[in-house]
């Protein structure tokens, strides 16, 4: 039963977060909505149903990703669900990436990813109950070819947490 599950979106604002808000709103989940723009946070936000915590946050920054789930904790005193919906490929050949490109990229997609999954695990592991999604590292992967051995990678790294925490060995 998904109603009165708490389910934080990261990338809420982006094409994925918003059609997975918008599905879920209806369906009594309180969602905690978390994306870089405060602007575009809010306008998704006025148009969801139901129970909306907007957190504006930078996931390459392990401080903001933080204080993202202490504002979910406070305000709902629980994480069901993490979703990690964003993602960022450079298309262009590799030859021609630069070094800044690349930062930025595995800044986002690895960094960013594994803080919100260590940060959310952690809580998860106290209630020994929770999920985790990574819808952008599936389709990033079918999208950058030239990168596939880099994001094969990375899904095997975080597919450990993808798991249900539940069925992890809780030490």
């Known amino acids: 039963m998904i109603q009165d599950k708490v389910i934080i979106i990261v990338g809420a604002t982006g094409g994925i977060g918003t059609a997975l808000n918008r599905q879920l709103a209806p369906t009594g989940v309180k969602l905690v909505l978390a994306a870089r723009n405060k602007v575009n946070l809010a306008t998704l936000a006025e148009e969801l149903s139901g129970e909306v915590l907007t957190v504006p946050t930078d996931i390459t920054q392990s401080d903001q990703v933080n204080a993202l789930i202490q504002a979910t904790l406070t305000r709902f005193g629980q994480i069901d669900v993490l979703v990690n919906a964003v993602g960022i490929g450079i298309l262009k050949p590799y030859n021609s990436i630069e070094p800044g490109e690349l930062e930025k990229m595995l800044d986002l997609n690895l960094k960013g990813c594994f803080y919100t ?49 539940e069925n992890q060995r809780l030490t």
Do not use: D
């Open 117 to 165: 999954t260590q940060a959310a695990a952690q809580e998860m592991q106290k209630r020994k109950s929770g999920h985790m999604l990574f819808p952008m590292l599936y389709l990033l992967n079918l999208r950058l070819y030239q990168w596939k051995l880099i994001f094969n990678l990375i899904a095997i790294c975080f597919s450990s947490y993808s798991c249900n925490v």
